[in-house]
């Protein structure tokens, strides 16, 4: 039973680039959540997908990042004109449900982006 | 606002001793409660969970943790810490009510080295 697969695992990119990162849920999954892991901090929510639609978008930066979860095929986190800043572990999760009695989030295994 | 707080940067331990590793919370309801662990350059894995019920919650790999109402706390424990235990843990909590409610807050993470 897979569990959430994200691609690519490791992604360098020249300022100015852009960033498409890919994540499929676990199998019987449909929510999907993107968070932002710095160095030396712990991991920042950044946005929350169902199919076809954004729930909440308040963690993501106000310009360059966006997200989505079409009906067909895996979400995308796309960060356009990347700077040095936007250097992180990025990590895709997902769950059956939420909010109801604790559901456990699942994790990727990441996507390190490094700006160069 | 929710938040959790891991006082402890990194924690040292010999290899069969009993290891503690602290998570404080502050949510506005109650909270949902979880540990994570972070082996280095990969993705969380889901430890444990506190939802409701007994105060002292079992996970994988011999891990358990006790919820705390009044000291809001939920401090990680194992009786006999191996070298393989050795890696970054994460607390983070979900406030079980309210807007966001999905949202998990991390910690900054503590790292746990086991000394041989």
């Known amino acids: 039973n897979a569990g959430v697969m994200q691609n690519p695992r490791h992604l360098v990119r020249r300022r100015g680039q852009e960033a498409r990162l890919r994540c499929s849920p676990m199998?019987?999954?449909?929510?999907v959540y993107w968070y932002r892991q710095l160095p030396e901090e712990g991991l920042k929510f950044m946005v929350y997908l169902q199919k076809e639609n954004i729930i909440d978008e308040s963690g993501m930066p106000k310009e360059r990042f966006s997200a989505e979860f079409p009906k067909e095929g895996p979400s995308i986190l796309r960060i356009q004109q990347v700077v040095r800043g936007d250097s992180a572990a990025y990590f895709c999760?997902?769950?059956?449900?939420?909010?109801?009695?604790?559901?456990?989030?699942?994790f990727g295994e990441g996507s390190w982006l490094t700006v160069v | 606002a929710q938040s959790v707080a891991q006082p402890e940067d990194q924690v040292n331990v010999a290899e069969g001793n009993p290891l503690t590793v602290k998570c404080t919370y502050s949510v506005s309801g109650n909270p949902y409660l979880f540990w994570y662990v972070q082996y280095p350059n990969r993705g969380l894995q889901f430890l444990l969970k506190?939802?409701?019920?007994?105060?002292l919650v079992k996970g994988s790999y011999g891990f358990e943790a006790e919820f705390n109402k009044s000291q809001t706390s939920f401090h990680l424990k194992k009786p006999s810490a191996l070298v393989s235990d050795s890696a970054l843990y994460f607390c983070?909590?979900?406030?079980?009510?309210?807007?966001?409610?999905?949202?998990?807050?991390f910690g900054k993470g503590t790292k746990l080295s086991v000394i041989p």
């Open positions: 199998k019987g999954h449909s929510h």
């Open positions: 506190y939802i409701t019920g007994d105060n």
């Open positions: 999760a997902s769950s059956g449900r939420t909010g109801v009695e604790g559901e456990t989030i699942y």
């Open positions: 983070a909590v979900r406030d079980r009510s309210g807007a966001g409610s999905y949202q998990l807050t």
